[in-house]
Every structure is written in C-alpha cells, then in structure tokens.
C-alpha cells in the first residue's frame, strides 16, 4: 500500500530529477551562453532589477527581488496588475526587467513587456518555453527544460517554480561574486537578527583597550594570578615595554604550572617564577576586523575560549566565545 511518506518521496524525487535536468542544460553552449548574457546585462544596468511574475511564478519572482537586493544588486517586484494600473511610472530606462513566466504566454505580463519594448529597457525572460509569444518579445530568453511537475497530474507548478527559484538564485549569486560582494558588504544589508550578529566585527564587541588584563613578562606568577582573577576572562597578555604582545596565560596554564610545582616551595612558585616562563609564545589572535562567526568559528576549532584582539602587534581588544554566543553569532 502507497503510504503519505511515499508520496513526499516521489514528489521529492520529481522535483530533484528538475534540478538534474537543469544542471544538463546549463552545461549546453545554448543555456550557457544566455546566461552569461543575463548575468552581463544586469551587472551592466545603472539602475534598477525589475522583477515581475504572476501567481505562482509572482511569487518566486518577489522573493528572489528580495534576494538580489540583499547581495549587492538593486532590486524590486513590480506586480503585473499594479504595472498596468500605474506602476509602470517605476520603471526606468536605466533599468533591467527580469520577468517570469513558466509557459510564456501570461497575458498580464503582456503590457509590462509592451513597455519595455517602447522604451528600449532590457528584458530578460525566465521561462518554461523558449518559443512563447513573450520570448519573442524579450531580449535575453532564459528556457529552462520542461520536467514533469512534482504533483500527480503534472498540473500545480512545483517543479517548475523550483526550477525558476534555482535558477533566480544561481544568477543572484554570480552577480554577488562578480561584484566582489564581501562578508562586509552583506552585513550593510542585514544589521538585524542573527544573521546581523555574525556578521558584526569584533571591533563593535571586544572588552576595549582600558580593560585588558595586561602584565609584564617580569612580573611574578602571583601577579598573574591577581590579573586572572581581577578580570575574569580566563586569559591574560603578556606585553613587553613597547605593549607588544608576547604571549598568553590562562587559567590551564596557571593550574598545569602549579601541578607541576606541587612539592615545590610556595615563595618559589609564586614569587620567583615570573610570566614569560609560563606563558604560551604566539597565541592565537584576532584583527579588529574579523567577523564574529568566522571569529567563534576560529576560537571552537583552535579550542579556545578567549582570544586577543591584535592591531600592529599591540593588544586593542579581548573576545570570549562566550561574549561571541551571547550577541547571537553563529
């Protein structure tokens, strides 16, 4: 008996065998070569991506204006129906239309095409048939290959507008990377949220210079001692005269020195034995730049729970993974 987990089975497998045929076409010269002339064209533009799509094609379209506009390219979704009732006024020469269309002949989308044609703003097309009266219009025809829908009457658009939805994204991220889009550039577009947290600096969160728990290579294990605990951080820098940073002592290094010195005199351990003898030559630092999730990402595989933030060899900050966890970077 077919079951309700076969069904997600099928329909996932319908759906993938979409993204397999897509993959073949797009090693083509045909696919390829259009692609490459969509991708130019909107890197190109001066204005605006412009894109449009009704139903179920309207919303795949919003979502990936959404997209392009976070990584790096302006962009919006004009509705069809609210382009033919004075949206149209939104579009400007200078801008690139990105319509989307599975069967190519969305009557809605006919005046939107109209006027780009009028007035000579790019059209790209993002369909399921290459041949349809709306290619015919369009400068540059993105024609996917047709793949039976993941629903059993291969009649709701699934497949299709996942399809559409890949290949959207695909363009989205070739700009990105042909603009040189960085992991700074992302952060201006998303402030907020967690994504927002791991893509703050650590410049915007490390304990400031004033507060470092800082002692000189000449100075006793006991004051190390009194640093570690005044500060609580688990770590202290050890700097020479200029406030160079020599090395590092932490609260395991502190407690593997007195184990070792268990039978040795207290004077001795604690007043005669001085920093740069127990401490960890070049530790693992940070630069004020670094973002927090490449920084927690760092401090979880060198496993460490504090770092220095370093700038020309002197020490300007100090992060904890705990600090890193409680802003939300992940």
Known sequence: ????SDHVKQAITTN???????????ATPALEQVTQSAIDLIFAMKGRLIVTGLGKSG???SKLAATFASTGTPSFFVHPSEASHGDLGMIQGDDVILMLTWSGETRELSDIAAYSRRFGVPLILLTGNGESSLAKAADVVLALPRAREACPHNLAPTTSTMMQLAMGDALAIALLQKKGFTETSFHRFHPGGKLGASLTRIADI??????LPLVRPDQP??????ALSDKSFGIVGIVDGAGMLQGVVTDGDIRRYLERQSDAPMQKAMRETFADAIMTRDPITLEPGRLSARALHTMQERKISAAFVVEAGK???LVTVLQLLNVGAA
Do not use: S, Y
């Open 1 to 4: 008996m077919t079951t309700d």
């Open 16 to 26: 993938r065998e979409g993204i397999d045929a897509l993959i073949a076409a797009l």
């Open 59 to 61: 919303h795949i379209g």
């Open 206 to 211: 490390m304990v400031p210079p004033e507060d």
């Open 221 to 226: 294990v006991i004051d190390v001692i009194a």
């Open 315 to 317: 020490p300007v900050g």
